[in-house]
Each structure stands twice: as C-alpha cells, then as structure tokens.
C-alpha cells in the first residue's frame, strides 16, 4: 500500500516540476529533493513491505512512509489548486495578478512552510530507512515476491494426519482423482493439478489419494514432497532423492550434498528412468517458476508416470498440464449437506444440533461457505463453550472478526488464508484490500470495481496496453490465486460479478484497519478513527440513516478524504446536510461514487471538486446535467446510468480527458420496448478524444451524430440507440475508423418486433474489407436490436466474436443465420430473439465449436431443430422460450454430451408433457438421460409463473418463480 501511494506521488511530483515548474519558484529545489528522496524509499519498499510482520518497527516506518505521502499529495494538489492553471492576459489580467498576488502571499507561504515540514519528516524517515537497511540487511536493488517468515509458516504435516472418520465429502473427489490417475495406458507422463482457495483441504484430499492402495499397487515409485512460499529447490531435489532411495530401499549416495542444482536434476532423472513407473506429489505449489524447474528432472519414461501438484493459483495448476496428457481438478466447497455433517461431527460428536442453537449454528455455518479449515476451526472453538447457553455462542457469531484477529484458535485459519495475500505482489495487495469497502455477502460488479481502482491510481500503466486491460488483468490474476470468486459471467473470459469469501474478507478487513486504507460507516452515532480518514465507504443499515450527530461526536473535518463511496444501500441513507457537509470541506475529492443514492440532483458542491476524476451517479433520480459540469477538467469516468438524464450539455465537451461516459435509461423488462434510452448529446461529440466507452448515444436527431461516432478512435465499447434506416451507411462508415472496439451494441428505431429497418451491409463501406480488418479482429461482443434487411456479411470475418445476440432481426428463411456463424472460432454464446422467421434450424456437424451457451426465444414459426453429431459439442446450456410451433426435442440432442442444463419456458403443452411424462424406456427419455438438470418454465391458470426443476429425471421440485 505504501508503495502504491508512493509512486503514485512521485509521479505528481514529476508532472508538477515538468508543467507547473515556474509557479513553485523557490521552492523547485525542495520539491526535486523531496522526489528523489522517495524515489530512494520507493525501492526500499518493495522488499520492506514483505518483511513488515516481522518486526513491528518496520511496520511502523513503513506507516510513516504512506502518511508522509499522503501528506505530500494534500499539499501538492492545495497548491494546484490555488495557483496552477490560473493565468490571464492583457491589462485586466495584469490588474487580475496583482490583487489575486497580493491574496495570495499568506497562501504561498503557507505551503512553502507546508513543503519544508515535509521535507524535514522526510528527512529523518531517510534516516530510519538507512538505519533498518543496514539492521535487516535489506538491498535497494532487490526487487523480488515477498516472502515468509518462519514464524509465518505452518506445519502441513497437520493436513496430512486428519482422521478418515473426520473426513466428510471426500469420497466422490476422491474416486474420481483416482480413475483419473489409473486411466488409460498411454506411455506419457500425466500431470494433475487441484487448485482452490486455502483451507479447502487440498492437500488432505491428495493424501488420501496418494496413498490409496489402488494407487499404491499402479505406482510401485512414489514419494511427497512440501513445497511451499518459502522453496529451497536444492534442498527440495535432496529430499526427493531421500524419499526415492527409501521407497526402494536403497541407500542415498553420499555425494548429492555437494553437487550443484543441474547435477541434482539430471541425478533425479536418471534415477527414475530407471527405477519404474512413478507417482510424485508436490503439495502447495505457489509459483509457476517452480514447475519450470523441476519438469526437467521428470522423464516421460515408457511407464505412463504421473504427477499431481497441488495450488491455490490457476496459473501455476494449467501452466503444470501445457506440456502434458494434462487434468485441472478445481477443488470446491463442502455443499450445505456436508458442511453440516462435518460441524456436527466436530461439535456434538454426530449427535444433532440442539433446536435452540439451530439458528445460531446456521449463521456461523453460512460464514465458513464450505471451508472445511474454517468449521474444523470454528467447531472446535464452539464446542469449549456451554451449548446450554446461546449467548455464548452468539457472542461468537458477532466476533469472529475479533477472534481471526487475535491469538486464539482461529489464528491458524487467519494465518493459512493470510499466506495467499502475503504472497502477492505490492499492487495486488493495494487492489485486494480496497474490497474491503464492500460490505458482507455482496456481490461486486467487476467493471464499477475495476474503474475505481483505475480512479484511485491503484493499477500502473504498462507499454501496449490500456489502463482498462491493465486492471482487468490484476482482477483476473486475484481470480487466479483464488481470493476472488467469480460469481457471474458476462461473456467468456470476463467476469461480470464476484465476491469475496466471508472470512477471507475477515483477513482482508483487518489488513484495511492497520493500513488505514478505508472507514467504513453504516448508520449512526458515527464513530471516527483516530487516524486522518482519506476513504469513506457508506454501507447501508436497516434502520437508521446517516446524518450530522454533533452531539454524540464532535464536529469532523473531511479535508484529507479522497474517496466517498456508497456501497448496497437500500434505504435513503445520506441526509442532504450530511452529504454537504462532506462534499464542502472535502476540496481534493478525487472518487465520488453515489450509486443508488435518494437524490433529485447533482449536489453544487460536487462542481467546485476541481480533482475529481470519477462521479457515479448510477440509479440515482438525477435528471438533468448543469452547465457547471464543464468545470470538472480532471473528470475521467462520468457514470449517469439508469438515471433520467436524457441529454447532455454542450459543456460536456470541455471534458478532454473522459474516457468512460456513461448515459442510459432501463427500459422495464417487461415492456415491449425491453432496452435502454440514450441521451442526445452536443452536435461535436467527436471532440471527445478520449472517450473508450460511450454508452448509451441517441441517434435520433440525424446522421451528424452518428458521423461524430467516427472520431472517437480510441473507442473500446460503443452502444447506440434509435438508429435510422438511412443511417446504416454512415455507421458503417465509422465503424471502420473503431479500430480498437471490443464492444458493439446498435438498436434501431422502434418496438418490440415493430424495429426499423437497418441496413448494416452497405456495399459502398462493406467492414468486410481489408481497410477494416482491424476492427474485425478486436470486436468480441455484438449486440444488434432491430430488423436486418440481410444478415451483415462482415459477421463472418468476426474471428475474435464471443458473444452474439440478435433481437428482433426477423431474417427471412433464406438467410439462416447459422450459415453465417458456424465457422465463427470463437463464439461461445448466441441469444436470439425473434431473429429467423425460416421452419428449421439445423446445426450441422463441425460447426459452433466453441459454442457453450445458446438461448432461442420468440421464433414463432421454428417447428424443428437439429443438432447433428458433431455439431456444438461443448455446448453446456440450451434454453428454449416461446416457441409455440416446436413440439418436439431437438433432434440429435443426445450427441449433446457437454449439456448440463436444458431449459423449457413456455413452450407448446405438446413438449411440456414430452418432457414431464416420459417413460423410461421411450426414445425420448433414453435422448436426455445425459442431462444432468432440466428446467421447466410455465404461467398456471390464475397467471402466476411456476418453475419446474427435474434432476436426473427421477427428482422432480416445484418452486414459486
């Protein structure tokens, strides 16, 4: 965290001394100094913050480092903020300079003391960084991961000596490892990796595995070795030969003690080509590197050996099965089932859960979300308590934030999942601990998470790749190391929503509390820490509303705060008062998120926040944008979203570095019309040079608009609304200059299956030329509502396609679309409605070989389907809705075999009784045997919705949709 602020100071520092150097004067030579001297600690830093736990004085210096550098950023945007940019011309400005001169002599005198108090405290923080340098023996150039201390490490050989009678829900995963070892009888070496987040018992999952007597009798070679953070591959190689050489029993030669690494490799090598087939666990890999090296000791023999490895990281676990007959088991956890078998189990011996203590017990389970460590852990502190006294194990409901932070018998579980977090590096770390602004069980939205960090100089740009694919990246390696879990997808390969596991975020709160990076606050009487508050993030509270408490807390000054964050609230938390008294003394506001929040209007104030780089206003009742937008020049992300704002002022375009613009209104599902509004904006809109997403824009009022679209190169997602019939050619037009669009939403004028026409396929500027291959080849999402006069043929050129949906397309039976699309190497959703007005789709054999998930809706003249073999073939959910004239299944559907959901809704009652009534021995049910969940969709008589689950078709479930 400190490094972050760090360079993100010295970066202003630069830009300050390079654009603003003739305003500091006399202080140049005290701002240089100051940057250099961080630019020092900086370097320091990278290996400082790995060894913090060590010793409490480094963590101290450290926490001097961060405030120093806040402290340096207050007063360098103060003074942008007084002087910088504020020159005028003529005589009126010569007069204007001379009276705003002499006001501002107590001012410039305030930050010249300001910078040298600075330049003093970093002074003597210097003097403390050369004094640990030489007391630690830390080196400037050492640039390396963080590592462990030993007091940090735990011992693994405690996962490996759990009883089989405490195991619960391990024989499945089991046995399925075990055929995954033993099948086939290739000759090549098979690697198998289990990755999953810290605690889900990885490693005792393996261990039942390895010693398995099936395993035992295949693999007559065999031998475990701990990896770990802190790996020492010399002595790792040596303990792998010891291992080997008793196996066998055989003596270990002497001379492996003093050969070096390369020799140690080839020694292994050579051992085990001759010694028979082997089976070789490595338990608790944490670095890819690691299997770079060791692969070159393992030879492929002629025996079919094989390797298992396991991971908390995704990378290391795929990086491990490139090069072989490879298999990534995903460990997952416990279901609700075994969960509470295994808390009962640890708790009451296997005898039942009193009924006083049922809610309770439910809480607490639903905090451990499946992590056996966690209920072991937690059980095990129930269970010294009186179970006849609910009290005691309520206050253990409420605390078990308190108990991961103290030194009790939940410290184990916060130093098994603090491992993951002190293993990332010094960004992750920064990125990770700002989730602690959400509040439990929430579901993030990824993009709103990722343009926040973006906001808060949290992600560092890199050469040939965006800020935006910058951060994305951090997200996806968090994925990666299990900390975040993806919860929905968007289209393939980027997640739409995570969340975090409730007692990581435990870890992950308690890392935010001791580096001060953010306050939270739900409700009222508010209660301030001691520590200056720079982020404030709102949560909602059920019963109370947040308001200015003067007489439960004194009066609290915001003038250090840089973000103010509302996050899931439900009720109309903020007061006006309160929002105004944070926003007038808050002047270096840079995040402003008030997502959700009860106002009518932007509030004033927000316009005098010079530094404001993000303002989200999403869901708010905001209707209308003042012309005092135009003063926010800093602003980078505007976010109107489901908002009333149905146009923009010509201000808007004095905004030259917004990237992200942001202006819609849901339409109700329900409707018709189901979409979004845009906004009509300023007839230049292509002044904004900028922009990279620019949604939703109303087409409405002509075809200038749409040729403004043109400019706007640096485009990476562009959605576009009330498109014109005689529009098409121009949009066509401009898209060929979108060189770096990714996504691509375009709606025509109209409703339901009433749109206009729209021609996409204008020869004059057909996109399938070569002048535009370029935007072929980034665009990734294709959203188009509204009637095609053809199907575009520059579709089929789309070779890094992944999601298709075509709305009320009405093609006619001679332009199947399939045709278009089956080649299409990429593709991996569809979604049609009302799209094809033809009898007959067939999907035919070698075609949509990427496809996974295909919904066809509102096709009211679709009687057949056909799936050839070979066609879709990892296609893993099929949802059907509204087609009234399909009365039977499709037919193929058995070659299917990747199909985990079919999906029914309101189909004809011709297919419904297909489905429900079947017999076991018809044609038809033998077809979707294979199907592990089928879901039926229908209105009953008096209109209300019903939802049918069949699994396996022997369980049959009724739910209220």
């Not at 103290?406 to 700002?434: A, F, N, Q």
């Not at 990714?742 to 399938?768: F, M």
Request: aromatic share 8%; net charge neutral.
């Amino acid at each position: 965290m400190a490094e972050t602020v760090l360079s993100f100071v010295s970066d202003h520092l630069a830009t300050l001394l390079r654009e603003e150097g003739s305003l500091l004067g006399g202080l140049r030579q005290e701002v240089q100094l100051i940057k250099d001297e961080l630019g020092h600690m900086k370097a320091f830093l990278k290996v400082a913050e790995a060894k913090e736990d060590d010793d409490p004085r480094l963590q101290e210096w450290i926490n001097q480092v961060r405030e120093a550098a806040y402290d340096i950023e207050d007063v360098l945007d103060e003074f942008v903020l007084r002087f910088a940019g504020r020159r005028h011309h003529g005589f009126c400005g010569s007069l204007h300079r001379i009276l705003k001169a002499i006001k501002s002599l107590r001012a410039r005198h305030q930050v010249a003391s300001e910078i040298q108090s600075i330049k003093s405290r970093i002074k003597n923080i210097s003097e403390g960084r050369q004094r640990y340098q030489a007391e630690f023996g830390i080196d400037d150039r050492v640039t390396g991961s963080s590592t462990m201390n030993d007091s940090w490490r735990y011992s693994r050989d405690d996962a490996l000596l759990v009883e089989e009678a405490k195991l619960v829900g391990i024989d499945q995963p089991k046995q399925h490892l075990i055929s995954k070892l033993l099948e086939g009888h290739d000759h090549q070496l098979k690697v198998v990796s289990v990755v999953g987040m810290g605690g889900l018992g990885k490693t005792t999952l393996v261990k039942k595995v390895h010693e398995d007597p099936d395993v035992r009798k295949n693999f007559p070679v065999r031998a475990w070795v701990t990896v770990s953070q802190t790996c020492d591959f010399p002595k790792l190689l040596r303990d792998l030969i010891w291992q080997l050489h008793k196996e066998l029993n055989k003596s270990v030669p002497q001379f492996i003690e003093s050969i070096s690494t390369i020799e140690l490799k080839k020694f292994v090598k050579d051992f085990l080509q001759q010694a028979g087939r082997y089976a070789i666990v490595f338990d608790d890999v944490w670095d890819v590197e690691f299997w770079n090296e060791i692969k070159f000791a393992l030879p492929e023999g002629s025996h079919g050996n094989r390797v298992m490895l396991t991971t908390r990281n995704a990378d290391v676990a795929f990086a491990s099965c490139i090069e072989s007959q490879d298999y990534v088991y995903k460990k997952e956890p416990l279901s609700i089932e075994d969960s509470w078998t295994l808390f009962c189990n640890k708790i009451f011996k296997g005898n039942r859960c009193p009924a006083h203590l049922m809610n309770v017990a439910k809480a607490v389970l639903d905090k451990c979300d499946g992590l056996p460590l966690a209920i072991v852990a937690i059980g095990g502190l129930l269970a010294s308590k009186d179970a006849s006294r609910i009290d005691e194990w309520e206050k253990i409901q409420h605390s078990l934030g308190g108990e991961l932070e103290g030194t009790g018998k939940l410290e184990r579980v916060k130093m098994i999942l603090s491992l993951s977090y002190s293993d990332l590096p010094w960004h992750l770390k920064t990125c990770l601990l700002y989730t602690s602004i959400y509040p439990e069980d929430c579901e993030i939205g990824c993009a709103r998470l990722i343009n926040l960090w973006i906001a808060e100089r949290f992600v560092e740009w890199r050469e040939g790749m965006s800020i935006e694919d910058v951060a994305w990246c951090c997200l996806c390696e968090l994925i990666s190391r299990s900390l975040i879990q993806v919860t929905e997808m968007f289209y393939e390969g980027t997640p739409s929503f995570c969340r975090i596991h409730d007692l990581m975020r435990e870890v992950i709160l308690i890392k935010s509390r001791e580096q001060n990076m953010v306050t939270v606050t739900t409700g009222q009487p508010i209660t301030w820490p001691s520590e200056k508050v720079r982020r404030l993030a709102i949560h909602s509270s059920s019963n109370s509303s947040i308001i200015p408490h003067h007489q439960q807390r004194p009066f609290y000054s915001f003038e250090h705060l840089r973000s103010f964050i509302r996050v899931r609230s439900t009720n109309p938390l903020l007061s006006k008062t309160f929002l105004s008294e944070v926003l007038r003394s808050s002047k270096l506001l840079k995040v402003l998120d008030l997502e959700g929040e009860e106002i009518e209007e932007t509030p004033n104030e927000v316009f005098n926040l010079l530094h404001l780089t993000y303002l989200n206003l999403y869901g708010t009742k905001v209707a209308r944008v003042p012309q005092a937008i135009g003063k926010l020049q800093h602003l980078e992300y505007l976010n109107l979203g489901n908002t009333g704002v149905r146009e923009l002022p010509v201000e808007i375009l004095k905004l030259q570095k917004l990237r992200h613009l942001i202006v819609f209104q849901r339409v109700d599902p329900s409707s018709a019309d189901y979409g979004f509004h845009g906004f009509k904006g300023p007839s230049k809109l292509g002044g904004l040079l900028s922009l990279q997403t620019l949604s939703t824009i109303d087409a409405s009022s002509g075809s200038v608009i749409v040729k403004e679209i043109g400019k706007l190169t640096q485009l990476r997602e562009l959605c576009i609304t009330q498109l014109r019939r005689e529009d098409g050619k121009e949009l066509c037009s401009s898209l060929v200059n979108l060189t770096s669009l990714r996504q691509l939403s375009i709606a025509s004028v109209g409703k339901g299956d009433d749109h206009e026409i729209i021609d996409l396929n204008h020869h004059q500027h057909s996109l399938s030329s070569s002048s535009s291959c370029s935007f072929l080849q980034s665009l990734r999402v294709l959203l188009v509502r509204g009637r095609l006069e053809t199907m575009p043929v520059w579709i089929t050129h789309l070779q890094n396609l992944v999601r298709l949906d075509l709305i009320w397309s009405g093609l006619r039976a001679e332009e199947d679309p399939l045709e278009f699309l089956q080649h299409l190497p990429n593709l991996g959703e569809i979604s049609f409605c009302g799209s094809y007005q033809g009898e007959r789709l067939c999907f035919k054999a070698g075609g949509f070989l990427k496809l996974k998930r295909l919904w066809l809706r509102r096709m009211e003249g679709l009687r057949r389907m056909t799936m050839e073999e070979g066609a879709c073939p990892h296609l893993q959910r099929l949802i059907l809705k509204q087609l009234p004239l399909l009365e039977d299944l499709p037919s193929g559907i058995q070659h299917l075999s990747h199909l985990q959901e079919l999906g029914l809704y309101e189909m004809s009652s011709r297919m419904m009784e297909k489905v429900e009534n079947q017999e076991e021995e018809s044609e038809d049910y033998r077809r979707m045997t294979h199907i592990p969940e089928i879901v039926i969709g229908f209105y009953t008589d008096d209109g209300r919705r019903r939802i049918r689950r069949l699994w396996g078709k022997k369980k049959k479930k009724t739910i209220l949709a």
